[in-house]
């Protein structure tokens, strides 16, 4: 680890996107030969490594419905629902967005920005939950260390059983 | 889904879910339900006949039957199946009424004393018509039954374009030695005709099934099982079939359960597509209703080694 070395040159820098750590995420849904299907819902949040919610990155549900109707699947987000999701006042700005289809979603989330910005080094896991309407659901997690401003990480994957094909992370 | 309240008629409606019609939000709710009577519209709303087990024995052998039209398979979360099209077969090919219903807010049961020995088919069959016409150049929706439709939908009704579902929702039961006459086809639309029998199916064994359409065989045709306990599992296990030429098809058990088989005519959107960043499976907009679909839905239990 270039700690020390990436610290001092990260002081002078701090606006360069370059040197900052940002997390990068690919979340890949797969493509299912199911009877039904209907797109996931998907939310993506960060925890502490005891478990407990950190922030919400995104939360991806049926927007288009009349009257917020989308908004009655979320709680099918279990994990999700009952640690915190509840309690969220849909939409949030920069958070909540429309459902996605199969395929690799690129999500990167920069450490100039809430949640990152004011995030302690420590460990932590990130956890991305898939709910399908007459599908089934799935949690990942991936842990990873986080040290504000310093060392790039080799990408991490986590395979799903069925509902996600994959998580990725890393830090660049 | 737009769907004008106004066209929402009691004669369609259980009574027990009237008195929610003042709510928007369950206004939605009925209208779903409604629409999975149709499964063939790829709502996510499944219907089910849940036996309390598929095999009974004793003296006094009894069974009862869950019904639901439900968003988790299985679970009681929604309502019940409405019991006009219900239909009881008993071993000799006599037709049989329950002993006793129950018909409550999320479901709908039936207890079925059975006094023969042998298999027993419990089956809710029906018609349902969805339409859109023009009336006076206002568009308008229906969904309901086909009297109901008759009676509603006004003869000048312009740009009527209409879709019959024949749906059935069925399961098997047996008590003491299996047999075979509730297992003869109908020749009515869509229908699985057992070649292993229904309740002697076990994890780890082969099971075949006929699948025909007005007492031809599907062939080609694409049907699905889904086991049980999602809702613990987290993962569907969908299994997808296809049945062959003579409208066959066979699989191993990979597990023990409760299974949900079921098969549409004409087929939705083949699952692979619409996964991409557009539109659903039949969620697409203007595509032509075909003038009549099938549906079928059977609950097996497998049972273990």
Redesign the interface.
């Known amino acids: 680890m270039k700690l020390h070395h990436s610290i001092a040159l990260s002081i002078p820098l701090l606006s360069t996107p370059a040197i900052a750590a940002d997390l990068s995420v690919t979340v890949t849904l797969p493509?299912?030969?199911?009877?039904?299907?209907?797109?996931p819902y998907v939310a993506l949040w960060l925890e502490g490594a005891d478990q407990t919610v950190i922030a919400n990155l995104q939360v991806w549900y049926d927007l288009k419905k009349?009257?917020n109707?989308g908004a009655k699947w979320l709680s099918d987000m279990r994990q999700w629902w009952r640690k915190g999701g509840r309690d969220l006042q849909l939409p949030v700005d920069g958070i909540t967005g429309a459902t996605?289809?199969?395929?690799a979603h690129v999500l990167d989330f920069s450490s100039a920005k809430a949640p990152l910005d004011k995030l302690p080094a420590g460990e932590y896991q990130l956890v991305v939950e898939a709910a399908?309407?007459?599908?089934?659901?799935?949690?990942v997690r991936v842990p990873f260390n986080w040290s504000p401003g310093a060392s790039q990480s080799e990408p991490v994957t986590v395979n799903g059983?069925?509902?996600i094909a994959s998580v990725s992370l890393q830090i660049k | 889904m737009a769907l004008n309240p106004s066209t929402l008629k009691p004669s369609i409606l259980k009574p027990s879910a009237l008195k929610y019609r003042k709510s928007l939000f369950c206004k939605s709710i009925v209208a779903l339900a409604l629409a999975s009577l149709m499964p063939a519209a790829a709502h996510a709303h499944r219907p089910w006949l849940l036996p309390s087990s598929s095999n009974v024995d004793g003296k006094d052998p009894w069974v009862t039957i869950d019904t639901g039209i439900s968003e988790n398979l299985f679970d009681v979360d929604n309502t019940g199946m409405k019991l006009d099209g219900l239909v009881i077969t008993g071993p000799d090919g006599a037709t049989l009424q329950p002993d006793a219903t129950f018909v409550g807010h999320q479901r709908t049961s039936i207890d079925l004393k059975l006094a023969k020995p042998g298999t027993y088919k419990i089956s809710i069959a029906g018609e349902s018509v969805m339409a859109s016409y023009k009336l006076n150049g206002e568009p308008k929706r229906f969904r309901g039954t086909t009297e109901a439709f008759a009676k509603e939908v006004p003869a000048d009704a312009q740009e009527l374009q209409k879709s019959i579902t024949f749906s059935r929702n069925e399961t098997f039961v047996t008590t003491g030695e299996p047999n075979t006459t509730v297992l003869k086809p109908s020749n009515i639309g869509l229908e699985m005709i057992p070649i292993t029998h229904p309740t002697q199916l076990f994890a780890g064994e082969k099971a075949s099934f006929r699948f025909l359409i007005d007492g031809k065989p599907a062939a080609k045709l694409g049907l699905s099982l889904i086991p049980g306990g999602v809702r613990y599992r987290g993962v569907l296990n969908e299994i997808r079939l296809v049945t062959h030429d003579k409208g066959e098809a066979s699989l191993i058990w990979p597990a023990a359960g409760m299974y949900w088989m079921t098969a549409a005519w004409p087929e939705r959107t083949p699952g692979m597509e619409g996964q991409g960043p557009g539109q659903g499976p039949g969620e697409g907009k203007g595509q032509a209703q075909p003038a009549r679909r099938l549906a079928y839905s059977a609950t097996l239990e497998v049972l273990p080694q």
């Not at chain 1, 996605?100 to 395929?103: D, L, S």
């Not at chain 1, 399908?132 to 949690?139: D, K, L, N």
């Open positions: 493509q299912l030969e199911v009877a039904a299907y209907h797109r009349r009257d109707g996605r289809g199969a395929g399908r309407e007459a599908g089934g659901r799935e949690v059983k069925e509902e």
